[in-house]
């Protein structure tokens, strides 16, 4: 990073969304709970006792979950009634809610007028899905959540209020979600994205920091353009133990996702 970009003020920050501002973990668990009960009578099994299947196969491996699971069972399937269930699980009515520390940053950066955005890979229905269950959160008491270890266990799972188009505009100023563009190729670290939030945001590359938490392709970006990052590490965050994609690391690391505010006042402080 040069010293020009270095002392840039900060006009925007842009958040990753899976085990950034949301859980990846809740939404799996919200998951299994939804498909538990859609495939009981199907596979002719308790509920629960699918749903702890789901998470003795999850220790193995997670690729090809719903395949491994009738193999488990014994019972035939089609490519078309997989291909169903998978399409259940990504859009299902998933309640979701902000990580805990996320209300507070959002207020700070918004009395700030910092602008703020999303850049996230994976279906676009289900990270809609996320967005809207997670912002409407916002508005039901104080964003409080159970603790992780806890969640799969569970037989309530928090209720929020879908939030509004208008609701979300107001906190996140652009949300760009990459598969949009044609498809996987334009995931992360492909810097498509990065340019068209910019253009969106009217803020120069280096006016922008972005927040993630995987180290494969999140920061990967400072290659490209002059974007600062910071890493958040959550807990059950699926990609923890990543390694850092060409060596490049983050600008910053952050405890907890209220640290980006010091940052931004240093950085911007006349």
């Known amino acids: 990073m040069t010293e020009s970009i270095a002392h840039n003020k900060i006009k925007a920050v842009i958040f990753d969304l899976d085990d950034t501002l949301v859980s990846e973990y809740e939404f799996i668990v919200s998951g299994y709970k939804f498909i538990s009960k859609r495939l009981s009578d199907r596979l002719g099994r308790n509920p629960d006792e699918i749903n702890d299947k789901l998470w003795d196969l999850t220790k193995e ?3 090809n979950m719903f395949n ?26 998933a309640k979701l809610q902000f990580y805990p520390d996320v209300k507070e940053t959002l207020f700070a950066l918004k ?6 955005g999303i850049i996230s890979d994976g279906d676009p229905a289900r990270q809609r899905n996320k967005i809207r ?3 409407g959160g916002l508005k ?7 603790p992780m270890h806890s969640l799969h266990n569970s037989t309530n799972v928090e209720i929020t209020t879908d939030a509004s188009d208008e609701e979300i505009k107001y906190w996140f100023n652009e949300i760009i979600l990459n598969d949009e563009f044609g498809g996987e190729e334009y995931r992360k670290p492909n810097p498509k994205g ?9 803020a120069d590359p280096s006016e922008m920091i972005y927040i993630g938490d995987n180290p494969a392709k999140d920061f990967h970006i400072a290659k490209d353009m002059p974007v600062r990052t910071a890493r958040i590490i959550r807990e059950h965050g699926i990609y923890n133990d990543r390694g850092y994609l060409d060596g490049i690391r983050e600008t910053w690391r952050l405890d ?5 505010i010091r940052i931004i006042d ?3 402080k006349a």
């Open 133 to 135: 269950s997670a912002v």
């Open 194 to 202: 990065f340019a068209e939030i910019a253009k969106r945001l009217r």
């Open 61 to 63: 491996a997670y690729s």
């Open 140 to 146: 039901n008491g104080d964003n409080s959540a159970k």
């Open 68 to 93: 491994r699971l009738f193999d488990c069972y014994g019972e035939p399937y089609t490519d078309g009634e997989m291909q169903e269930i998978i399409f259940a699980y990504r859009n299902h009515p």
């Open 111 to 116: 009395k700030r007028g910092i602008l703020m």
């Open 256 to 260: 907890g996702l209220v640290d980006i």
């Open 266 to 268: 240093e950085a911007n």
